[in-house]
């Protein structure tokens, strides 16, 4: 070996030490798990000292002046630069943009840090570290020994915890949580919300046996005829289950109680298939969410879920639930509670705006443009509201880059992974607006084709471009071949023109499939009121949707299948700097930052009542 192999060692031992993050465990409520939120220690770090040392190389592992390792102090004489203590603490979950005025625009690296003692555990059961998310890129370290790393701001990750790293008491966890945004990662630099930081959803510790069951997928099989399937109330459902390792032979367990069901599924390696018959299944719906406990067992480990069966298909411009034709009466949301400018993460949350949702008369959201917390499926699964959840891949990502692609990929794994049980569910959103050209339809089509292959039983869409020529818009972007439904943002009447001019617009749509507005809206300052035609004023934005709804009802197409207008509330973002009426916000929200309702709101909940009056 060389000198200079002998000098970089310790380092590239830390490098290649690192592990890749292990397969992701779904459902973590349904399992054994030791919370972990509270309040943790931070440091702030914009300069990445305690990554870096003086000569910008990663730190090895056991350097003491690295922000993973405690500061050793013995004696007097000893000397740190960093260390944890109060008063200088962060609520997990939570940003930090909201705890703290210094970090309302903060982006770039905060180290958190707690100790916790060893859970009891039996000598079969391991532990394993748990982040419901964080924003963006977390490098994970226990007792001085690094777990891992994840990049993606919005879905989950694991680590297993090797049992001798574990002492019983006080083992120190920190955590280097880093927003920056980069040109090559998902989302790029440039989005239009704000770019929250930090441990934002749950953290726990999760403890179950050595061999456990991993992932599963139960559901109403795809290709069972409904119709046929209603008419003798016999019902196909199916899918797989899936342990964590593989394993010589073994047998699995699945129950519905309800359904008297108990079935055994022999597994040999690490996945099974499964397939089995029930009578007299409550389909769920929007009118009916009927949920059914599913219990797994495999050896002593058992797993429960609350799981829907209901089918979703596209009949030509169609969508259609359980057979019957739906129509989308939607709302786009961002994952934010505006009156307390903090990002949502819990169920109390989720219940306040998915009640706004059922307040507004509408039966679905788009979950923009990221997958939010898992108690949002979770919820809407129990109110009957449909989703949308996509990835955000969003405006111009750097579509040449194969390692962006990955990226990408990685999240729409680990957003299906955990959301593939959920009823609400329908369509898997893999991007926003992104310019054509021939590399980003490869990229985005691949996503597509993704997506399909994780799950074939959903819907996959994306919010496709429009070209515009003499009062026509064109819907022919390339990508429309791919998805299932054509999904576009207009915002006729906002952008370029005032809200009659959509009166006049003709539509060209390529495709012959179901057409869904993605979003259409307009700003308003809340509680700015004066005559239609002022911008920003209330008045101005319910004109923007009477004409909006007019050119639903007189002017478009057959296949005409919902709308999703932007958006629920006023949400913060850096691009929108009007001094006067947007201040960073974006005021297209139907609710204002203060919780009030615009007057628009009302008239989209009036148009939501006469459909839902007409069972649409
Ligand atoms: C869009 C984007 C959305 C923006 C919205 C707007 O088309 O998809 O993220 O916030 O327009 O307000 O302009």
Redesign the pocket.
Known sequence: MNKLVLLYLPLILSLTSVKAQENLIVNTHGRKTISLNGTWHYIIDPYETGFYDYRFKERPENDPGAYWNKPLITKKADWTEHGYKDPYTIEVPGDWNSQDRMFLYYEGTIWYQRTFDKPTVNADEDIYLYFAAVNYEAHVYLNGKKLGMHKGGFTPFNFRIPPNLLKDYDNNLVIHVNNNRHKDEIPTVN???WNYGGITRDVKLIITSKQFIEQYHVQLDQKQDIAKAKKKDKYLLSGWIKLNEPVTTGLISLSIPELKIKKEFQVKGDSVQIAFEVDELDLWSTENPKLYDVIFNFNKHSINDKIGFRKIEVDGTKILLNGNEIFLRGI?LHEEIPDERRRAYSKKDALKMLGQVRELNANMVRL??YPHSVFMPKMADSLGILLWTEIPV??TIDFKNPEVLKKAQSQLKEMISRDRNRASVITWGVG??TPVSEVRTRFMSTLVKDAKKIDPTRLVAA?LEVGYNRGVNYVDDPLGEYTDIVAL?E?LG??GSTPEACQTAQWKIKYSKPFFI??T?A?AKGGFHDQKEMRFSEEYQQWYYEEQIKMFKNQFPESFSGVAP??LND?R?PK?NNPEYQEGW?R?GLIDENGNKKLAFYTLQQYYKELKSKGR
């Open positions: 989005t239009d919300w786009c923009s443009h969003y405006w926003n607006e919010a943002n915002y906002w952008y993605s979003e809206g700003g932007w958006i949400f973002s929108r974006n297209k």
